[in-house]
């Protein structure tokens, strides 16, 4: 890479929107794993019934409806820091509350209550992700948008990294109190971020009335010219690497059959920072790209990345592919992904930000959420190798739509 964008990259984290997004992805996915996985953790070393840790994921149903509350958050604005800002010191504040009482409760003793304080963290967390979603998309010019979702990224994937491996770790030692107290006063990034972030430059005035901020964030994007396409874009974009990893662990270990301890060292070393890194790359490659042409390439990529997975089938149990397949999945699926938040970004009208993200990325995960079944009635039918070709095709719509919409997407 030239140095003139080695020097230009290095100086991401000296611009101060940039190194606010870091921070924000950062407090956006700390939580996370602490009302979900890390918390699952807790309550099986404590001896909790598996019936009872089966319905505690639920309490993840919050992240999934978020857009339902997000026109409340578009509408109404706190009377200090900003129209986002305001939102996301409130919901941050709340957060390390919550983050504290948890780790307070006794998860064998107390399990309604634990319950009812992981579904409040989890409300919480996912309205500080309407708003920070939000402000990104407020705060950041065209030409930053790569970079900011690589960033975000890199952010969000630590975070999870400090609450989940980390916080395990820690646990292990300190005791499950004591690793909680600390994920509270990791809030504090957050905390620091939002009181340090710039307001965005250009203003938007809030809906008037609740009803405004409920239809006109769809009217408006309805009635753009191209709004259908986009929306099947959004639907499909990332359909093909949805199919690739719904079932990968499944076919790690039963397909080839390497075992466990083999599958989470790949999968949770090799993999997070592979995403981590195709985030950062992408990012940095956005920057010349720009829009339309990176959708277009990373798409690609991360469409026929599952032909590694084709090549692990037919040869077997060979440890080097697995990493490779592993990594360049991961890689280009980080790719992809800041590609696809920076479309996101791009789409929203920054009046309606919170609203029209939060119904955007819902849209966008409707892939995810559905490819499971269907991918285990595939691999019954067809075997692993036809299945993950099926995945590679499955890519191709989305890509054919990045091409019809080069104009437009050239524009944004």
């Keep these: 890479m030239p140095v003139f964008h080695i020097r230009q990259h290095l100086q991401w984290l000296s611009n101060r929107r940039l190194r606010a997004v870091l921070l924000l992805g950062f407090s956006s996915g700390l939580p996370l794993a602490l009302c979900g996985a890390t918390l699952q953790a807790w309550m099986a070393t404590e001896g909790v019934s598996i019936k009872t840790i089966g319905l505690l994921t639920l309490v993840g149903i919050p992240y ?77 010019p065209a030409a930053e948008r790569g970079p900011g979702a690589g960033l975000t990224v890199l952010g969000y994937r630590l975070a999870m990294l400090s609450s989940g491996a980390m916080a395990l770790v820690l646990a292990s030692v300190w005791g499950w109190p004591a690793t909680y107290d600390l994920m509270a006063a990791l809030m504090g990034v957050g905390l620091y971020a939002t009181l340090s972030a710039p307001e965005p430059a250009l203003q938007s005035v809030p809906p008037l009335t609740l009803r405004d901020a409920v239809l006109l964030p769809l009217q408006e994007f ?17 359909l093909g690497d949805a199919f690739a990893g719904s079932l990968t662990t499944a076919f790690l270990i039963q397909g080839v059959g390497f075992g466990i301890a083999e599958v989470g060292t790949v999968n949770k070393g090799v993999g997070l920072f592979a995403t981590i890194g195709g985030a950062i790359l992408g990012g940095v490659l956005m920057v010349r790209w720009r829009l339309y042409r990176s959708l277009l390439w990373f798409g690609v990529l991360q469409g026929v990345s599952a032909l590694s997975f084709v090549w692990l089938a037919g040869a077997g149990h060979r440890f080097e592919l697995m990493v490779l397949a592993v990594f360049l999945e991961n890689l280009t699926s980080g790719m992809g992904t800041a590609a696809f938040t920076a479309l996101l970004m791009a789409l929203c009208n920054t009046r309606f930000s919170a609203t029209q993200f939060a119904l955007l990325s819902a849209l966008s995960a409707m892939g995810r959420v559905y490819v499971g079944p269907l991918s285990g009635i595939l691999v019954a039918s067809l075997g692993w190798p036809l299945f993950f070709l099926f995945a590679v095709a499955a890519a191709f719509p989305g890509i054919w739509l990045v091409w019809r919409q080069r104009q437009a997407l050239a524009a944004l």
């Design 64 to 140: 999934t409806w978020k857009f339902v509350w997000a026109p409340f958050m578009d509408r109404f604005v706190m009377p200090f820091l900003g129209r986002r800002r305001g939102w996301m010191l409130v919901t941050q504040l709340i957060l390390a509350c919550l983050i504290l009482l948890l780790g307070s409760l006794s998860v064998r003793e107390q399990p309604l209550l634990v319950a009812l304080t992981a579904l409040a963290l989890a409300f919480v967390s996912a309205s500080q992700d309407i708003v920070i979603d939000a402000y990104r998309t407020d705060v950041l």
């Design 222 to 238: 309805l009635a753009r010219p191209q709004a259908w396409a986009f929306l099947g874009l959004i639907v499909l974009y990332k």
